[in-house]
């Protein structure tokens, strides 16, 4: 196995056999496991049939599979080499969403091709992550806490943002942003950046309301006092607690939410998949499900802390916070700790470019830690190479 781990800093020599057989697989059947939760969720949501959700569920899980070892397979330093491109390349896509994109449920987030659709703002979070990492990579550590070596990065994350927000997607937006100043302490920013920036949100957090779309504003004023509008906006946030309720320590079976199959859940396949298996597997199901996901974000540190290139471990590391702020906001959300905000749980929630996105994420995760023994020499690359 040494033998191994020192030809893995070959990089591009190093043998398919070899990859797969560096490859975590624990990892990936936690994966799998996940994603298997989010079957039998979807199967249930349906009323005990694989139509219309559980079937195609299962399809992309075998393609995200796919997805995985498909970047598993390529060379670190060739995604280090495409990080930009592809991050401009998903930003102009972003910034087509309100001249020609699809309009769903009163918002404009998806571009269309005949019967297909798909969110750039799902695939931003991947070339985010991949281009703030790259830019650490070649920045020398001595100008790390400079304003102009800080800038860069906070425009790769600011410009994304504002136009998640237009959208409007709040809960993309807010994820960009905290995956991006995430990556910033984690790549060595000084902590006084973070105040100032801070001291400025809060500055404009009266112009931000003003500009709050009135269902926005709903959303965070039921977050404050649910009962105000109970048929209204705060309808869904009460079905859902009393869902998870209802639900008591073990639950009330597998298929017997009633909540979820009599209808009086809302979104139930997607955003508020969690409320449905809680109340179906009780507080015990539920807990265990975050221990899924608390294993998943164990190993992703450990492979992040494993790297020994800056690259690799900013990448590792990016995703896994996307997985957690992921996670965090949709159980804050279904508990009414946090405004809805539209946020699937991973890999259990219905949707395709939102799991596929996650799968490739997780996909890089791999790729780090397949590549965890390279060592890249900053000067081979360009800021722009």
């Known amino acids: 196995m ?27 059947v936690l994966i799998v496991a996940i994603a298997v939760v989010g079957v039998a969720a979807l199967y249930s949501v349906a009323g005990g049939s694989l139509e219309p959700w559980a079937t195609r569920h299962i399809l992309r899980l075998w393609f995200g599979l796919a997805l995985i070892f498909a970047i598993v397979l390529v060379d670190l330093r060739t995604w280090m080499r495409v ?5 401009f390349t998903v930003l102009l896509l972003l910034a087509l969403v309100p001249l020609i994109g699809v309009e769903s449920g009163g918002a404009q987030r998806w571009l269309g091709f005949g019967e297909y ?3 750039p703002s799902e ?7 991949l281009a703030i990492a790259r830019y650490y990579q070649w920045l ?13 990065p906070v425009l790769m994350i600011g410009v994304p ?32 950046y973070f105040i100032g920036g801070l001291v400025g949100i809060i500055a404009v957090l ?3 309301w003003e500009k709050l779309h009135d269902y926005q504003k709903e959303r965070v004023l039921t977050l404050i006092e649910p009962d105000r509008d109970p048929l209204g906006s705060g309808y869904h946030i009460l079905q859902s607690k009393i869902a998870i309720g209802s639900g008591g320590l073990t639950g009330k079976g597998f298929m017997h939410s009633t909540q979820a199959q009599l209808n009086f859940l809302p979104e139930k396949h997607t955003d508020f998949i969690f409320t449905m298996f809680a109340e179906e597997m009780g507080f015990i199901g539920a807990l265990s499900l975050l221990a899924l996901y608390l294993l998943v974000l164990l190993f992703i540190t450990y492979m992040a802390l494993r790297c020994r290139s800056t690259f690799p471990r900013l990448v590792a590391a990016g995703m896994g916070l996307c997985l957690f702020t992921y996670v965090f906001i949709n159980i804050a959300m279904v508990t009414g700790l946090v405004p809805v905000v539209g946020v699937p749980l991973p890999l259990v929630s219905y949707g395709g470019t939102s ?5 490739a994420g997780l996909g890089f995760v791999l790729n780090a830690h397949v590549n965890r023994a390279t060592r890249i020499r900053r000067e081979e690359y360009g800021p722009l190479w």
């Open 83 to 87: 990080a930009y491109p592809f991050y």
């Open 2 to 28: 040494s033998m191994l781990f020192a030809e893995a800093s070959e990089g591009p020599q190093l043998k398919l056999s070899k990859r797969l057989l560096l490859l975590n697989w624990p990892f990936v």
């Open 355 to 359: 799991m596929l996105t996650m799968m």
């Open 161 to 192: 943002t504002i136009l998640a927000l237009g959208q409007p997607d709040l809960g993309t937006a807010a994820l960009f942003a905290i995956v991006g100043c995430g990556l910033l302490f984690l790549a060595g920013v000084s902590w006084l």
């Open 117 to 119: 659709s798909f969110q």
């Open 206 to 208: 009266p112009h931000v």
């Open 123 to 129: 695939i931003m979070k991947i070339a985010l992550v």
């Open 140 to 152: 020398p550590s001595e100008k790390i806490w400079r304003p102009d070596a800080v800038l860069p």
